[in-house]
């Protein structure tokens, strides 16, 4: 909506009744009031950077109205900004509604805030007119540090069970306990919010390319990596962010694997096979390949949760913070299975539907 331009759209509202440009001025105030809301609940300073702004914001879509303008609300109330790497847009699909959740890394409280949909369609007057009760549906106050949480079982349970988080407990959870560590990357994070959540898997695609781009590294623009993603899982969302290597630009063929297949090739090499890595140099129109392992029973050891015993909710988050711990150390987990010389023919036929791209690098 952003790019089409002024005629275009004048153009479009005369030919799509309903369709109306977002008002601004609405979701900015629903963003200025939401930042002020959750700076009194957690009693915290605008621009303290332990201070982190999550929301769907910009892709939350109301009543044909994006919601953007409320990134600058949040931003001039509460001074979370991308620039300072504690604001970020967290992906939803646009028929979700908008919320909001700030999180004080220093008490680990929380505050998420849902908007009525009626406040978003309203004027900016009668915005201003409603009380908190009726432009808000959620305004919940947490303490959604994970130690906390795992070590007051029964608020953690609540914050689950009774999804006081508006039904984004996990995401929100994961995202600002990782984020608050202090090995933690804003790429990763990015990467994780592209991803809707933040899990092992996530985790798991980060390591990948740090391993990937050490044994077989870009060296110049003709180069770069081709993923044929089989099995397919969480990795892969953070794999095509941080290369740009997305399926519409054949970057990624995403292709899975039966639960027999996945099976049997764990016991045949001992690992688990996450997928063909090709460095394609497009100028030589020639390739290196590489079939990779990752090995979760190693993430479970190193993590303490091989035999979790905590709540349902636990063991992956605690898996997500540990992990931070070890990015930068994929070859603890990642592993490689074969290497091969990928021609353009090999290339193609690995990612061609017809053919079983472990078969085409010789697997199985
Ligand atoms: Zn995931």
Redesign the pocket.
């Known amino acids: 909506m952003q790019k089409i331009g002024y005629i275009g759209l004048a153009l479009l509202l005369m030919l799509v009744p309903g369709l109306a440009l977002g008002d601004g001025d609405v979701m900015e105030e629903l963003g200025t009031r939401a930042a002020a809301i959750a700076l009194e609940n957690l009693s915290i300073s605008a621009g303290d950077e332990g201070l982190l702004a999550l929301t769907d914001a910009g892709h939350a879509v109301i009543a044909g109205q994006t919601t953007q303008r409320a990134i600058k609300g949040i931003t001039t109330v509460s001074g979370c900004s991308i620039g300072d790497g504690n604001l970020f847009q967290v992906l939803r699909a646009h028929w979700n509604p908008l919320w909001f959740f700030f999180f004080d890394k220093g008490t680990g409280e929380a505050v998420f805030i849902q908007v009525n949909k009626e406040a978003a369609e309203a004027t900016l007057d009668e915005l201003k007119a409603m009380s908190d009760d009726e432009a808000f549906t959620i305004v919940n106050k947490v303490n959604a540090n994970l130690d906390y949480m795992l070590s007051h079982t029964d608020e953690g349970n609540a914050t689950f069970n009774d999804k006081l988080l508006g039904g984004n407990e996990f995401s929100l959870v994961g995202i600002a306990n990782t984020w608050a560590h202090p090995n933690c990357t804003f790429d990763f994070i990015q990467a994780a919010c592209f991803?809707d959540?933040l899990?092992p898997?996530?985790t798991s695609g980060y390591m990948i390319t740090k391993y990937v781009e050490d044994v077989l590294p870009i060296t110049g623009p003709a180069e770069s990596y081709k993923v044929i993603a089989c099995p397919n899982w969480?990795k892969d969302d953070a794999i095509q962010m941080i290369w740009d290597a997305t399926p519409g630009k054949s970057g990624m063929f995403v292709m899975a694997l039966s639960p027999t297949e996945d099976a049997g090739l764990q016991e045949k090499y001992g690992t688990r096979v996450a997928g063909v890595y090709v460095r394609w140099n497009a100028t030589a129109n020639m390739g290196d390949g590489l079939v990779l392992g990752f090995t979760f029973d190693k993430v479970y050891e190193l993590t303490g949760t091989a035999n979790w015993t905590g709540p349902s909710w636990g063991s992956k988050l605690v898996m997500d913070v540990s992990l931070i711990d070890y990015w930068n150390q994929p070859e603890l987990f990642a592993s490689t299975i074969k290497e091969f010389p990928v021609d353009p023919e090999t290339l193609s036929q690995l990612q061609n539907a017809g053919m079983h791209p472990l078969k085409v690098a010789g697997i199985m």
Request: glycine content about 16%; charged content about 0%; overall charge neutral.
């Open positions: 991803h959540h899990c898997g996530v969480c």
